[in-house]
């Protein structure tokens, strides 16, 4: 516990398994290039490998591949928000970069809440659930001055390097969903949210939601038309 209580940054996460198998490959935080974080989501990975040509993945995860899309633009925010601009689903993200390693980097594309709470010796803490916070607060003795709903879209960043967290970024991007991230955000969203967080999530939603491809159906042709001429 000493080397937590000493960290200035500690990244832990549950994880849910909606793509790859539940192994230590492709549990968070993953390292990836320069960069480890968490997410707590699903995106199009198929999209991110085609858009940019990413190397083959350790793991199974989506994970992994939009990290790998984030670590290959160096940590420079202009083409960090051009990938998170790109992404096409559920994302909810916390990285360090080792090429900054005084910054703690938050994002949130479409649909999965981030939130984020401060306490009021100036500790700075985030989770998808704001609940969360409430009931950590209560266990460790603390007390919370202020939660935040961070608005999909978002990109943050937080400056580690006087001891004391500070928001020194603050940049957005246009989040994209799926049509079934829409239909399954009650339950892959808000599962354990109380009324009042998930309408608190709701008014700081704003992405734009991608049109389920059309199926073709299959229509059996006259008989004058037949092959066989009869």
């Not at 960290?7 to 996460?13: D, K």
């Not at 609940?131 to 935040?148: N, P, Q, S």
């Not at 603050?170 to 808000?190: C, E, G, Q, S």
């Amino acid at each position: 516990m000493s080397d937590l209580d000493a960290a200035p940054v500690a990244l832990g996460h549950t994880r849910w398994a909606t793509q790859g198998r539940t192994t230590l490959v492709n549990s968070s935080p993953l390292q990836v290039g320069q960069l480890i974080g968490t997410h707590n989501g699903d995106v199009d990975a198929r999209r991110l490998r085609a858009d940019y040509d990413l190397p083959r993945a350790t793991g199974e995860t989506d994970t992994e591949v939009l990290y790998q899309a984030l670590d290959q633009e160096g940590g420079v925010i202009l083409p960090t928000l051009d990938v998170l601009e790109s992404v096409v689903g559920r994302a909810a993200l916390v990285w360090t970069d080792r090429r900054w390693p005084q910054l703690v980097m938050m994002a949130r594309t479409a649909v999965s809440p981030l939130s984020v709470a401060v306490d009021t010796e100036g500790n700075l803490y985030w989770a998808s659930n704001p609940g969360w916070f409430r009931k950590a607060a209560r266990a460790a003795d603390v007390t919370i001055a202020e939660i935040l709903m961070v608005p999909e879209g978002t990109l943050m960043m937080i400056d580690y390097s006087s001891g004391s967290p500070a928001l020194v970024g603050d940049r957005r991007f246009t989040a994209t969903a799926r049509a079934k991230d829409d239909r399954l955000a009650h339950i892959v969203a808000y599962r354990g949210f109380s009324i009042e967080d998930q309408v608190a999530d709701e008014e700081v939603c704003n992405h734009r939601t991608l049109r389920e491809p059309q199926r073709s159906r299959a229509v059996s042709a006259p008989l004058w038309l037949s092959p066989s001429g009869k």
